[in-house]
């Protein structure tokens, strides 16, 4: 018999089964083809810059200066939304060898010019409706009349459901998607539409996560900090009770507990 103070850990049934396989394990084809389309948003800004240097040096017509705004700011949403015609942007929870994460990284990759340097939404935001109205272009549903303080950071601009009316405070993170380990130490996407309801307003530095839902007239407290595929209403924080809540909800907690001591 083994004596008590073994350092062999101790399991339960419950226990997920050891996994040496990296955090991030991807097939080699995948993992090419991520490099590959890392590649889109030098590509994108270097178009941009060579519309307005060729006009600016003479050796196409000064006429061509409308080029890099449309370049920039109407480029990426129309080629993704025209490829998520045929392959729409993925919703629930997905392994990273996947084909949905391929398709989500694409999306992403569109729209790095942008949460690099967030000044250029920042100059949409100044012209009331320009912001809301170009969410629209990229798929999201945004309402009349929503307010976009300062240092908003949207990072998945077609995963949007805004109703009428909604304020947003300043430094809201909206994150329609979240990488988290399970306790196998995988990483998981997980990735849904926010959805807001009318006649809302997000405080301050709070940050909404993949699927979290606001009801009507709610006011979520700044600096809150949501729980992916959960729901706010009548000023409390409800779950959804769903397959992807509970996913969600086994993810959030196998990344915030300790370790376990071998020896306890």
């Known amino acids: 018999m083994p004596a008590?103070?073994?350092?062999?850990?101790v399991t339960t049934p419950?226990?997920?089964?050891?996994?040496?396989?990296p955090v991030f394990d991807v097939p080699v084809a995948q993992r090419l083809s991520m490099v590959v389309l890392g590649f889109i948003p030098i590509l994108h800004a270097g178009s941009v810059l060579a519309a307005l240097?060729?006009?600016?040096?003479?050796v196409i017509p000064g006429?061509?200066?409308?080029?890099?705004?449309?370049?920039?700011?109407?480029?990426?949403?129309?080629?993704?939304?025209?490829?998520?015609?045929?392959?729409p942007v993925p919703d629930g929870t997905f392994e990273?060898?996947?084909?949905?994460?391929?398709?989500?990284?694409?999306?992403?990759?569109?729209?790095?010019?942008?949460n690099r340097f967030p000044a250029l939404e920042e100059i949409l935001r100044m012209v009331p409706g320009l912001y809301s109205q170009w969410l629209r272009l990229w798929g999201s549903e945004?309402?009349?009349?929503?307010?976009?303080?300062?240092?908003?950071?949207?990072?998945?601009r077609s995963c949007l459901n805004v109703g009428d009316r909604v304020i947003f405070g300043a430094g809201v993170v909206l994150s329609p998607h979240n990488l988290s380990p399970d306790a196998a130490r995988r990483i998981k996407l997980l990735i849904a539409p926010i959805r807001i309801g009318s006649d809302t307003m997000i405080g301050g530095a709070a940050v909404l996560t993949p699927g979290f839902q606001v009801a009507a007239e709610e006011l979520v407290p700044a600096f809150y900090r949501a729980m992916p595929f959960s729901r706010w209403r009548d000023g409390r924080r409800r779950?959804?009770?769903?397959?992807?809540?509970?996913?969600?909800?086994?993810l959030m907690s196998a990344r915030s507990e300790p370790p376990a001591d071998p020896e306890s």
Do not use: K, M
């Not at 240097?53 to 003479?58: F, V």
């Not at 996947?98 to 790095?112: I, K, P, Y």
């Open 53 to 58: 240097a060729l006009p600016l040096t003479g």
């Open 142 to 156: 945004v309402g009349t009349l929503v307010y976009w303080s300062s240092g908003v950071t949207l990072l998945d």
């Open 63 to 87: 006429a061509f200066l409308w080029s890099p705004p449309v370049l920039l700011y109407l480029a990426p949403p129309i080629v993704c939304r025209l490829v998520g015609l045929w392959i």
């Open 14 to 21: 419950s226990d997920p089964p050891p996994d040496d396989r």
């Open 96 to 114: 990273t060898s996947s084909r949905e994460f391929l398709h989500w990284w694409f999306h992403a990759q569109w729209q790095v010019v942008f």
């Open 4 to 9: 008590a103070s073994s350092a062999e850990p």
């Open 239 to 250: 779950r959804d009770g769903g397959a992807d809540w509970a996913t969600a909800a086994a």
